[in-house]
Nanobody
Framework: QVSLVESGGGLVQAGGSLRLSCAYSGRTFISYSFGWFRQAPGKEREFVAL????????RYADSVNGRFTISRDNAKNTVALQMDTLKPEDTAVYYC???????????????WGQGTQVTVSS
């Protein structure tokens, strides 16, 4: 049994900020990597950011590097994605996933949340 639940999505204007949160269950998850992916209408799910065992092990897609920050709180079983300087092209459904290893490939992830909508207006 695994569980991931995203929250924090919403509607913001370009240049604004939004913070997404992913709550996960199971102590075993502390040993896994977590990733944020997004999927816009008519497009495939794409990598946004990932985090390993600690905040010191992170990786970002070029499109969000410098604007987004991924972090995790193992004590609270949460993974966050701070999104700053949002752009209209960031509009998508954002998903949190769990993986046994560091990976930018969606197929590597064995568990996903239901997704949360992020809409950025111009």
């Amino acid at each position: 049994q695994v569980s991931l639940v995203e929250s924090g999505g919403g509607l913001v204007q370009a240049g604004g900020s939004l913070r997404l949160s992913c709550a996960y269950s199971g102590r075993t998850f502390i040993s896994y990597s977590f990733g944020w992916f997004r999927q816009a209408p008519g497009k495939e799910r794409e990598f946004v950011a990932l985090i390993g065992w600690s905040d010191s092990m992170t990786r970002y897609a070029d499109s969000v590097n410098g604007r987004f920050t991924i972090s995790r709180d193992n004590a609270k079983n949460t993974v966050a994605l701070q999104m700053d300087t949002l752009k209209p092209e960031d509009t998508a459904v954002y998903y949190c996933g769990a993986s046994p290893s560091l990976s930018e490939q969606a197929r590597t992830y064995f568990a996903w949340g239901q997704g949360t909508q992020v809409t950025v207006s111009s």
